[in-house]
């Protein structure tokens, strides 16, 4: 390995995936206006020292990214980047470990959402979306894609539900509760949501 590839130049004025990543770590862990300080730094997550000082130490106990699809996770989602402690993971692996995924209950099984998106081949976002109108996680995987979104007239405009949480400012859920559930018209959601 050359002497470019540990100061993270690939070649002229060019950083390596592995530079790039080491760079982002540190910044996330250190930067308080990096936009994901507050995930990192903001609640305790640290650079050990001798990374934080080097990349080369970083590349030499990390090793090179194997694939292009990999990326660094840490394995205990509580402690910060240190060696033993990071490994290269997919996108899918680093999604299970998140602090922030949501943990299911699915056919006796405590699982994680994205975990269960995988298994059963239902799109994350939509099993989100499902749960988040009340369906159960057995409902939400079971239930039938519709072909076709319904369309919904209100004072001339016509629009999806969710066009119409977003025009109107009320929560999605609420306003599919209101409409699919209960059966009443945009303009009667809104009369319901104002006196609720």
């Not at 602090?99 to 209950?105: A, I």
Request: glycine share 10%.
């Amino acid at each position: 390995m050359g002497k470019a590839r540990h100061h993270g130049c690939a070649g002229r004025k060019t950083r390596t995936p592995e530079y790039c990543i080491w760079d982002a770590m540190i910044q996330r862990c250190t930067n308080k206006k990096h936009r994901q300080y507050k995930s990192y730094g903001g609640r305790g997550i640290r650079v050990c020292q001798r990374w934080r000082n080097s990349f080369a130490a970083f590349l030499k106990d990390v090793g090179e990214r194997p694939t292009k699809r990999l990326q660094l996770e840490r394995v205990n989602n509580s402690r910060g980047y240190e060696p033993h402690n990071v490994k290269w993971a997919t996108r899918i692996e680093q999604n299970r470990n998140k602090t922030d995924n949501r943990m299911l209950v699915y056919k006796g099984r405590n699982i994680p959402l994205c975990q269960l998106s995988e298994e059963t081949g239902v799109n994350a976002k939509t099993l989100w979306h499902r749960l988040h109108i009340g369906l159960t996680p057995d409902q939400a995987v079971n239930r039938p894609v519709e072909r076709c979104r319904r369309y919904y007239t209100y004072k001339g405009a016509s629009h999806g539900l969710p066009k119409w949480a977003k025009v109107l400012g009320i929560p999605y859920g609420t306003l599919y509760s209101i409409v699919r559930e209960r059966g009443l018209s945009v303009g009667e959601a809104i009369s319901v949501h104002k006196g609720k």
